[in-house]
């Protein structure tokens, strides 16, 4: 048998792919991209000889840099090892259960479930979640939750999409859904891209109404927003419980997922949730049953994490509401567009129509600000930009150096305006 030559390798097909070319472009040539962090003082990091304010953290509060959650480790460690590497349906660890207890009476919730990390969460429960079922998918729901929803897809589920801050769409497409079946509604709290929240009241009413289950990712929000109370010292709220309580809502029909790897800058993921679809989920979920566990020293840091929350969490809250303020008020100001209209430490810059995000990306870098590029195709063409997510660890002298660059980017033209 006479075969034919070889014309060119398996991955060629990976190469003609030109929706990663933009991309690619910024990552071998940008310095913002794929850069070697060198060393850290603070909120500022060395990328070889030079030193920038970092903005692209999501270390919310500061937890990374706390001398009290980093001594934690050294005695779990000490116990536990680096890593104890069954999987969780074989045994667990007791920091496990401990995390287990403490948040679910932080979150108010029915119960809680801990995994490694939320793209685990919705890769493994959506698909169980929806079955041969339908998932109501928000328009702008972030790309971990699009995944867990197509992968759910490909095993027999049907996906809708609904469009982003609207009830009244989601409600059509409720009500035009086959009864008897499962219907999963799957959205963000906290935006990781706008940094708003939704009308969670609203969503959840829908959802109730056609007896759908509302499956919220709050991992932007958790440990940010919380709780409405009349001792509150910010528009945050108290505790940093998430949007459910933020929102003034119950767990009644919905599923709750956050992470701690924004907030409380450990590895660790968690579902709030009925305690009789947690023991489900320990016998169906693949991350419980396969993974192995987050290291120690993640669990280490969310328990005495906990301890601090509980300390002095809401004066860390005030202090980022007041630091994130000072860059939303000084953007409004300038009359440059910001899609958050609240108070989110969360702060996307599109770029004016035909600027480059490479050549803005070196401006930043030269004036010594580190921020997270969204460039083609990780976002719309029409939403390019940059991202700068303000942390408790942030100083103000950082903060000002950041608004001295946008007003010179602004005064460039470089910046979509509200005009």
């Known amino acids: 048998m006479t075969l034919a030559p070889v014309t060119g390798s398996g991955l060629d097909f990976v190469k003609r792919d030109q929706r990663w070319a933009d991309l690619e472009r910024l990552r071998s040539g940008n310095p913002m991209y794929d850069a070697t962090i060198e060393e850290i003082k603070g909120r500022r ?21 706390e001398p009290e959650i980093m001594d934690s480790i050294d005695v779990q460690v000490k116990r536990w090892g680096t890593h104890p590497s069954w999987s969780r349906l074989l045994g667990n660890p007791a920091l496990y259960p401990q995390i ?51 992968y759910a897809k490909g095993l027999g589920a049907t996906v809708q999409r609904f469009r982003a801050n ?162 939303l008020d000084h953007v409004r100001a300038l009359g440059v567009y910001t899609p958050n209209t609240g108070n989110t430490p969360v702060v996307e810059l599109p770029l004016a129509a035909g600027e480059d995000i490479d050549a803005v990306g070196r401006l930043l870098w030269d004036r010594g600000i580190y921020v997270t590029l969204a460039a083609y195709p990780l976002v719309p063409r029409d939403q390019i930009g940059f991202r700068a997510q303000l942390t408790a660890a942030n100083t103000d002298q950082e903060i000002d150096e950041l608004n001295a660059v946008i007003t010179e980017l602004a005064q460039a033209g470089k910046l979509r305006t509200t005009e």
Request: net charge negative; hydrophobic share 45%; with cysteine.
């Open 45 to 65: 990091i060395r990328v070889g000889d030079h030193w920038l304010a970092d903005f692209a953290s999501c270390n919310y509060l500061g937890f990374d840099l």
């Open 100 to 150: 287990e207890e403490q948040l679910t009476e932080l979150l108010d919730a029915p119960d809680t479930l801990v995994m490694p990390t939320i793209t685990h969460i919705h890769m493994s429960v959506l698909p169980i979640l929806a079955g041969k079922g339908h998932i109501f998918l928000d328009s702008q729901a972030h790309k971990t939750i699009y995944d867990g929803s197509m």
């Open 166 to 327: 609207d009830p009244e769409h989601l409600a059509e497409l409720l009500k035009a859904a086959p009864t008897g079946e499962a219907k999963i509604v799957a959205m963000d709290g906290v935006n990781s891209m706008t940094g708003n929240a939704p009308d969670l009241k609203a969503f959840a009413a829908v959802a109730r109404q056609y007896g759908a289950l509302l499956y919220v990712d709050d991992a932007h929000g958790f440990g940010v927003i919380g709780e409405r109370a009349a001792n509150e010292i910010s528009p945050y709220g108290i505790k940093g419980n998430a949007i459910v309580k933020y929102s003034g809502e119950t767990y009644d029909n919905i599923v709750l997922v956050g992470g701690f790897s924004k907030a409380y800058s450990s590895l660790l993921a968690f579902l709030a949730l009925p305690t009789w679809l947690k023991n489900h989920l320990k016998v169906s979920a693949p991350p419980y049953l396969y993974s192995g566990p987050a290291p120690t020293a993640s669990l280490a840091t969310v328990l005495a994490g906990f301890e601090v929350n509980a300390k002095r969490g809401d004066a860390i809250r005030a202090d980022l509401y007041r630091k994130s303020m000072k860059v």
